[in-house]
């Protein structure tokens, strides 16, 4: 169970590559990274957002595939070619009208950790940086692209009764 009082919690932010899709990217012939996606974070993905929560993806990644796997996923605020992730963050906190301990942001690696200290729950998937893992309220048992979102949504609705909802739960 993550250590946090999860009731309080309104948004979730998440980097993609070590978190959304695995450490080991494919490389194509054109130089081209080949993200995978995990199933049930995008189940979860979708889920929260049609509870109201609010979702950004902030990554240095800049492809365009990124971008559709998470428009089709209906979350809104996509933040691509982040070099320097902090002040993203921040605008799109007071932008929201959020808290920092209302907002959960899931990172692996040294570019993340000014945002994981940012906000009141910080998520590092078990294959996450040493530094990471130590900024980290919370570190996952699950590898980065295997679940980490799921995880911490679906621990976050089962805290506000909203898991398995017969009205949101079983469609896309």
Same mark, same amino acid.
């Given at each position: 169970?993550?250590?946090?009082?999860?009731?309080?919690?309104?948004?979730?932010?998440?980097?993609?590559?070590?978190?959304?899709?695995?450490?080991?990217?494919?490389?194509?012939?054109?130089?081209?990274?080949?993200?995978?996606?995990?199933?049930?974070?995008?189940?979860?993905?979708?889920?929260?957002?049609?509870?109201?929560?609010?979702?950004?993806?902030?990554?240095? !990644?800049?492809?365009?595939?990124?971008?559709?796997?998470?428009?089709?996923?209906?979350?809104?605020?996509?933040?691509?070619?982040?070099?320097?992730?902090?002040?993203?963050?921040?605008?799109?906190?007071?932008?929201?009208?959020?808290?920092?301990?209302?907002?959960?942001?899931?990172?692996?690696?040294?570019?993340?950790?000014?945002?994981?200290? !940012?906000?009141?729950?910080?998520?590092?998937? !078990?294959?996450?940086?040493?530094?990471?893992?130590?900024?980290?309220?919370?570190?996952?048992?699950?590898?980065?692209?295997?679940?980490?979102?799921?995880?911490?949504?679906?621990?976050?609705?089962?805290?506000?009764?909203?898991?398995?909802?017969?009205?949101?739960?079983?469609?896309?």
């Amino acid at each position: 169970m993550i250590p946090y009082d999860l009731t309080k919690i309104k948004a979730f932010v998440f980097d993609v590559d070590g978190v959304l899709s695995p450490n080991m990217v494919p490389i194509d012939q054109d130089g081209c990274p080949a993200r995978m996606a995990n199933v049930k974070d995008g189940y979860a993905l979708q889920l929260a957002v049609k509870h109201g929560y609010k979702i950004a993806i902030i990554t240095g !990644a800049d492809t365009e595939t990124v971008l559709l796997r998470y428009k089709l996923l209906r979350i809104k605020d996509i933040f691509l070619k982040a070099g320097e992730k902090l002040p993203i963050l921040e605008k799109w906190i007071a932008k929201n009208g959020l808290k920092p301990e209302e907002v959960a942001y899931c990172g692996d690696d040294v570019p993340d950790l000014p945002c994981m200290k !940012a906000v009141g729950l910080s998520i590092a998937p !078990a294959d996450a940086s040493v530094d990471a893992k130590n900024v980290a309220t919370y570190v996952s048992p699950t590898p980065g692209g295997h679940g980490v979102a799921r995880e911490l949504i679906e621990q976050t609705l089962r805290a506000n009764g909203q898991w398995l909802h017969v009205d949101t739960a079983y469609g896309w």
